[in-house]
């Protein structure tokens, strides 16, 4: 099920960008977050049913703002893909992990 669209509001300097909880995993927002490092600190919240994340962009070298929030929606939108690919791909990974250590383990015993 896609995402439901965020709400934004702009305070002072900050992009305030919200998702729903019934929508949106606590991981993904995290794992984006992470990815904006450099470019802007983020604080993640929760306020009733939803996630808040607080974008506050770090001045360097005239990098322009405006494409902050934007930018944080596709790295969300790239960590939620990644999370499902990872829950649908799961049973195969472990199988081959235990076919890998499996043979290893039949290789150190003799």
Known sequence: MPPTPPAASSLDEDIV???????QALEPLQAAAYRMIGRAACQIGQDGHQLVCR???IRA???ADRNLRAEFLDL????NLRARIEAKTE???NLILALAFG???ADSGA
């Open 76 to 79: 969300v939108t790239d960590e």
């Open 61 to 63: 070298k005239g990098r």
């Open 17 to 23: 960008v919200a998702f729903s909880t019934a929508t």
């Open 91 to 93: 049973g195969t990974r």
């Open 55 to 57: 974008l506050t962009p």
């Open 103 to 105: 043979a290893l383990a």
